[in-house]
Nanobody, 124 residues
Framework: QVQLVESGGGLVQAGGSLRLSCVAS????????MGWFRQAPGKDREFVAA????????YYADSVKGRFTISRDNAKNTVYLQMNSLKPEDTAVYYC?????????????????WGQGTQVTVSS
């Protein structure tokens, strides 16, 4: 059974930091692209960042460039999202996702696997 399990969300003041983790299990993800999405109340889910399990390619939404960093630990089957200089507009449920197609994942369409989400709340 494939699982993506997120953790690390919470409440933080504006300007603070959080690190989200996504542990992947149930299959081999070496050919997959792993990503983070978020959904704020009343808004559509949006792409945040992505990384390939193999290689060094990373992708970011313009709204988080320079503040968020995506990384992975292959030995632990874990993908991280380091979030710095957080803003109230970063408040959302953050989801981990996995798909073999970079284009599908960047577009957030027809994605193979999703996690259950973790809440991030940034207070002003």
């Amino acid at each position: 059974q494939v699982q993506l399990v997120e953790s690390g969300g919470g409440l933080v003041q504006a300007g603070g930091s959080l690190r989200l983790s996504c542990v992947a299990s149930g299959r081999t993800f070496s050919s997959y692209v792993m990503g983070w999405f978020r959904q704020a109340p009343g808004k559509d889910r949006e792409f945040v960042a992505a990384i390939r399990w193999s290689g060094s390619s990373t992708y970011y939404a313009d709204s988080v460039k320079g503040r968020f960093t995506i990384s992975r630990d292959n030995a632990k089957n874990t993908v991280y999202l380091q979030m710095n200089s957080l803003k109230p507009e970063d408040t959302a449920v953050y989801y981990c996702a996995a798909d073999p197609s970079r284009d599908s994942l960047l577009r957030g369409r027809f994605i193979d696997y999703w996690g259950q989400g973790t809440q991030v709340t940034v207070s002003s």
